[in-house]
């Protein structure tokens, strides 16, 4: 069943179009009924205690009933006494002549909008209610009188009010149109919440109340049908906050039309199962979809949901007749409450065009905007900085340089699989990392038992420019000394050239035995040392750490030198890029 409160948004917008001097007039407007009965019984009871009650057929086929003619001066006035005595409903508003159409009442031959609008506020109004504060507008019905007007509402004005109800926070159970004994306890609290009587059964101005409240919410998204030929999806979009942007393989842009920042992209390409995982995967790379978040991946569906500080996303896509095709919802988070109701609706009114799909090749932008980190013209999220790691247990445990803990909301092995600090030595900078939750490792890093030789070859391996790459860079150089610059014994010199996102990587000797990790240099040191001197902490001095952490280093087993190509192999499977991420 699809959601109501669409249809509501819309049933009330009236286009205003003064022509007259007479249509000039102002109106109080203080109900709209759904049935000419409903309108003509609830004007006969306000003309009880105003003398200027009058009756019209509004667009959407409503009856409204509205108190007037005024100037818009005196309206404004009138408006604030009767809303400050509680003489009307708290969401009366001011209208307009051209608004309305027929007259319903009064029944008789005068027709109110020639009337002559009144100067000043009407001098003669009804005392207040002598009930507590909290009691209902006069004039109101009497329980009975509330059941018998509720027996003429149909099955979708039944369901909607269950839904104003959900809004408010009332009811939880079936929108189905039954005033069950749940509805009902919802009904009495809502009641009670308000200050009415709580009867558990709501008159005609309290339905009306608590109905524009929920309309009120969703008055300018204009949600609506859309029928988007290019992605081939049929889908109710808030149109009043987005519009058409750009078409960029996969996605169809629809970019914020104001200032609220709202955003949808449709998802449409060709493909199959593999195709609908990798979407998946890709999707967690964006800044669209923030990292905090439900997610669900199905055979031949998946729901993504991301939430930061900025910004909150729903994704929802699914692969069907050849073809994965979805959609992304990006909001702020102020408009949470509202347009997470927006997601629901989406995906409820979803429905994929068979046969129609978005080219692979489907570009309208001039192709100007070309970077590693924009897919299809939506922004990767990318890490404050990257370092690199090495596998050191089985478990998926990987050391790693300390210069990057204390800047990070969130550190990463890779860019998905959440890492903890487990242990940490300042003094050497050396970190141990251990992933939620564990991996598997293709190989753990086996560490050199005896003392290397002094200029002998080695190689570095890093992420050395960060995400750019997708495997680690090979760094050759020598060992320079085995001591540090100030005879430092659990520091190694390399004569080797190294970036900063090589920091934590680890040293091969030429038969793949781990001799060291590479040390950030310094930051604001006064110092500025060649750019092939660079340090490594020792194997003894990481046995020491990885002990201390209840982990036993694997030892490198003698052998001969191995192939580049097979050293090159080994970096691969053992190295890893740590990510920083606020």
Same mark, same amino acid.
């Given at each position: 069943?699809?959601?109501?409160?669409?249809?509501?948004? *819309?049933?009330?917008?009236?286009?205003?179009?003064?022509?007259? &001097?007479?249509?000039?007039?102002?109106?109080?407007?203080?109900?709209?009924?759904?049935?000419?009965?409903? @309108?003509?019984?609830?004007?006969?009871?306000?003309?009880? $205690?105003?003398?200027?009650?009058?009756?019209?057929?509004?667009?959407?086929?409503?009856?409204?009933?509205?108190?007037?003619?005024?100037?818009?001066?005196?309206?404004?006035?009138?408006?604030?006494?009767?809303?400050?005595?509680?003489?009307?409903?708290?969401?009366?508003?001011?209208?307009?002549?051209?608004? =309305?159409?027929?007259?319903?009442?009064?029944?008789?031959?005068?027709?109110?909008?020639?009337?002559?609008?009144?100067? *000043?506020?009407?001098?003669?109004?009804?005392?207040?209610?002598?009930?507590?504060?909290?009691?209902?507008?006069?004039?109101?019905?009497?329980?009975?009188?509330?059941?018998? *007007?509720?027996?003429?509402?149909?099955?979708?004005?039944?369901?909607?009010?269950?839904?104003?109800?959900?809004?408010?926070?009332?009811?939880?159970?079936?929108?189905?149109?039954?005033?069950?004994? @749940?509805?009902?306890?919802?009904?009495?609290?809502?009641? $009670?919440?308000?200050?009415?009587?709580?009867?558990?059964?709501?008159?005609?101005?309290?339905?009306?109340?608590?109905?524009?409240?929920?309309?009120?919410?969703?008055?300018?998204?204009?949600?609506?049908?859309?029928?988007?030929? &290019?992605?081939?999806?049929?889908?109710?979009?808030?149109?009043?906050?987005?519009? =058409?942007?750009?078409?960029?393989?996969?996605? #169809?842009?629809?970019?914020?039309? +104001?200032?609220?920042?709202?955003?949808?992209?449709?998802?449409?390409?060709?493909?199959?199962?593999?195709?609908?995982?990798?979407?998946?995967?890709?999707?967690?790379?964006?800044?669209?979809?923030?990292?905090?978040?439900?997610?669900?991946?199905?055979?031949?569906?998946?729901?993504?949901?991301?939430? *930061?500080?900025?910004?909150?996303?729903?994704?929802?896509?699914?692969?069907?007749?050849?073809?994965?095709?979805?959609?992304?919802?990006?909001?702020?988070?102020?408009?949470?409450? #509202?347009?997470?109701?927006?997601?629901?609706?989406?995906?409820?009114?979803?429905?994929?065009?068979? +046969?129609?799909?978005?080219?692979?090749?489907? %570009?309208?932008?001039?192709?100007?905007?070309?970077?590693?980190?924009?897919?299809?013209? %939506?922004?990767?999220?990318?890490?404050?900085?990257?370092?690199?790691?090495?596998?050191?247990?089985?478990?998926?445990?990987?050391?790693?340089?300390?210069?990057?803990?204390?800047?990070?909301?969130?550190?990463?092995? @890779?860019?998905?699989?959440? /890492?903890? #600090?487990?242990?940490?030595?300042?003094?050497?900078?050396?970190?141990?990392?251990?992933?939620?939750?564990?991996?598997?490792?293709?190989?753990?890093?086996?560490?050199?038992?005896?003392?290397?030789?002094?200029?002998?070859?080695?190689?570095?391996?890093?992420?050395?420019?960060?995400?750019?790459?997708?495997?680690?860079?090979?760094? =050759?150089? $020598?060992?320079?000394?085995?001591?540090? %610059?100030?005879?430092?014994? =659990?520091?190694?010199?390399?004569?080797?050239?190294?970036?900063?996102?090589? /920091?934590?990587?680890?040293?091969?000797?030429?038969?793949?035995? #781990?001799?060291?990790?590479?040390?950030?240099?310094?930051?604001?040191?006064?110092?500025?040392?060649?750019?092939?001197?660079?340090?490594?902490?020792?194997?003894?001095?990481?046995?020491?750490?990885?002990?201390?952490?209840?982990?036993?280093?694997?030892?490198?087993?003698?052998?001969?030198?191995?192939?580049?190509?097979?050293?090159?192999?080994?970096?691969?499977?053992?190295?890893? &890029?740590?990510?920083?991420?606020?």
């Amino acid at each position: 069943m699809k959601t109501l409160f669409a249809l509501v948004l *819309s049933i009330f917008a009236i286009a205003a179009a003064p022509q007259a &001097r007479a249509q000039q007039a102002t109106w109080i407007q203080i109900e709209a009924l759904r049935t000419l009965a409903e @309108g003509e019984a609830r004007a006969s009871a306000y003309a009880t $205690a105003f003398p200027n009650v009058a009756g019209f057929r509004v667009a959407g086929g409503w009856y409204a009933v509205a108190l007037g003619p005024y100037t818009p001066t005196a309206a404004s006035a009138e408006l604030a006494t009767l809303k400050s005595r509680r003489l009307i409903p708290s969401d009366s508003y001011i209208a307009v002549s051209g608004q =309305y159409g027929q007259q319903f009442w009064p029944r008789d031959a005068t027709n109110a909008l020639q009337t002559p609008p009144a100067e *000043s506020p009407n001098t003669a109004l009804p005392a207040a209610p002598s009930a507590p504060p909290a009691a209902t507008y006069l004039p109101d019905e009497t329980p009975r009188q509330a059941r018998a *007007s509720e027996s003429s509402l149909d099955a979708d004005q039944r369901r909607l009010i269950q839904e104003s109800l959900q809004w408010e926070g009332f009811y939880d159970t079936a929108i189905d149109g039954a005033f069950g004994p @749940g509805t009902r306890r919802a009904m009495a609290d809502w009641q $009670a919440a308000k200050g009415y009587e709580t009867t558990g059964v709501l008159t005609t101005i309290q339905r009306a109340e608590l109905v524009e409240t929920y309309r009120a919410a969703f008055a300018d998204l204009d949600l609506g049908p859309v029928q988007d030929s &290019r992605a081939g999806i049929s889908i109710t979009l808030p149109r009043g906050k987005v519009t =058409y942007a750009r078409t960029e393989a996969p996605f #169809v842009h629809y970019d914020s039309a +104001d200032e609220d920042g709202v955003r949808v992209i449709l998802i449409s390409q060709t493909g199959d199962e593999a195709t609908l995982f990798g979407l998946y995967d890709i999707m967690q790379t964006l800044e669209i979809v923030p990292p905090r978040g439900f997610r669900e991946r199905k055979t031949r569906s998946f729901v993504l949901t991301g939430q *930061s500080d900025d910004l909150h996303s729903y994704t929802y896509a699914a692969l069907a007749n050849g073809a994965v095709k979805g959609f992304t919802l990006v909001w702020t988070p102020k408009d949470t409450r #509202v347009m997470t109701r927006v997601a629901e609706t989406m995906r409820e009114s979803f429905e994929p065009v068979e +046969d129609v799909v978005l080219p692979d090749t489907a %570009l309208t932008g001039d192709g100007t905007d070309q970077r590693i980190d924009l897919l299809s013209g %939506l922004e990767r999220r990318r890490p404050v900085r990257s370092r690199s790691g090495f596998f050191v247990g089985e478990q998926g445990q990987v050391l790693t340089t300390t210069d990057l803990l204390g800047q990070c909301t969130r550190l990463t092995i @890779g860019d998905e699989t959440d /890492a903890e #600090v487990t242990a940490q030595d300042e003094a050497l900078g050396l970190a141990l990392l251990t992933p939620r939750p564990a991996l598997a490792p293709i190989a753990v890093a086996r560490f050199q038992s005896s003392l290397p030789r002094i200029n002998s070859e080695v190689a570095l391996a890093g992420f050395s420019y960060g995400e750019v790459l997708e495997l680690p860079v090979l760094t =050759y150089g $020598a060992l320079a000394d085995i001591r540090g %610059l100030d005879g430092e014994d =659990y520091i190694d010199r390399l004569a080797l050239g190294a970036l900063p996102g090589d /920091a934590g990587g680890p040293v091969f000797d030429t038969t793949g035995a #781990v001799i060291g990790m590479l040390r950030a240099r310094p930051e604001g040191s006064n110092r500025q040392l060649p750019e092939d001197v660079n340090f490594a902490v020792d194997v003894p001095a990481i046995a020491d750490f990885l002990g201390a952490a209840g982990l036993s280093p694997l030892a490198a087993e003698t052998g001969p030198a191995i192939a580049p190509e097979d050293l090159t192999t080994l970096a691969d499977n053992v190295t890893v &890029r740590v990510s920083c991420w606020n």
